[in-house]
């Protein structure tokens, strides 16, 4: 009776035994297992419907998101609030994910947009500036450097930057106006800034930092609107350069140049290989020049140039020329180019890219000078954009409109119209 007694004891303590040892690992598991549980939970995507924008900018900021933002009016969703995200809730999260989100910009008061006198029709400034030099002897008007007012003094050029600021405007890339992608914030005009010739003094290196950077001159064109984007990030400071064969005239900088342009929100386009007068040239001239300054950028920044050019002088006048054809398809040794888009040196504002009237291949640019507002100065010309500027709904899918400039829109748009 002993021996079986102490054999019931015996099995009682192993079940105890094996209680308490399945006890223990459930701790564990509830201590060690439990936690990875929420990190996991922790990098689900969650569901931002009816969220603030904030919480987008949030997981952006953590996740280092790719981070697409598009705008649309909404009766249901209050503005600034997500209405639609293209990452499903519970999806697990990557760094560097692409996350498409919709924000709703509240809903359509046409009253509002009168009131506010948007204007997607509107006319569009294309500044155009040629050299920026530091220095503030010289004996022509205003902030002219040479008689024509083709170059500015680099105080000119930062009061030109505060004067577009302070009068509403934000800059834009000519090549989304080109592309009718205008993403200006409401109520505010879109400006473009363009350079011609790559010259030095659009952005002067004064040599290398120790990992190798350019370091540009503040007093360049380019270090002017460095600071400038530092003392106003709303700006969105952006502008595209049209060089020459010599590109900007430092052979042993111009490819860390070119690449810190483009890295940096800036645009290179084709001025031709020496500044050609395309109406008095022949067409073999005009496509090797053209094709040099294309082959120029493609070897050093393939598929992240514009393939724009400014018109040296402005020639041809004309669309009619007959070299004209070449300046917008270009075939030398056996490569073609197509462009997209050509500037003419011009005098006046040019028309909104949803106008029947616009023309991406023969565009008017405003000359940045001064010339006591007589002359297409930038006194006139901002004088002239009081009543007819281009001014943003600050929504890329929609164009906003007064009734009355119905007939002036381009009806193949793909974007919806909006008229008040």
Partial sequence: MAKKHKRKLNKRGIILFLII???????????????????????LMINLYNQELTEANKLQEEYDLNLNITYEYNDEIEKDHIISQSIKEGTKLNKQ??????????????EKLANDNINELGKVPIMMYHGIVNTDDNEYTGGNVDKDGYNRTANAFRQDLEFYYEKGYRMVKLKDYIAGKIDTEYGKSPIILTFDDGLENNIKVTGLDKEGNIIIDENSAVGILENFKKEHPDMNVTATFFVNGGMFNQPEYNEKILKWLVENGYDVGNHTQNHLDIKESSSEQVQKEIAFVYDELEKYIPNQYVNIIALPFGSPYVKTNENYQYVLNTTYNNKTYETVGALRVGWEPEVSPFSKDFDPTFLKRCRAYDNNGQE???????????TTKYISDGNVNTIVTSEDNQDQINESLTQEIIYY
Avoid: A, H, R, Y
């Fill in 97 to 110: 994910d692409t996350l498409d989100i919709v924000v709703s910009l509240g809903k359509l008061d046409k």
């Fill in 376 to 386: 297409f100065d930038i006194e006139m010309v901002f004088n002239m954009l009081e």
């Fill in 21 to 43: 040892i399945i006890i223990i690992i459930s701790i564990c598991m509830f201590i060690f297992i439990k936690p990875n549980n929420k990190e996991e939970e922790k990098d």
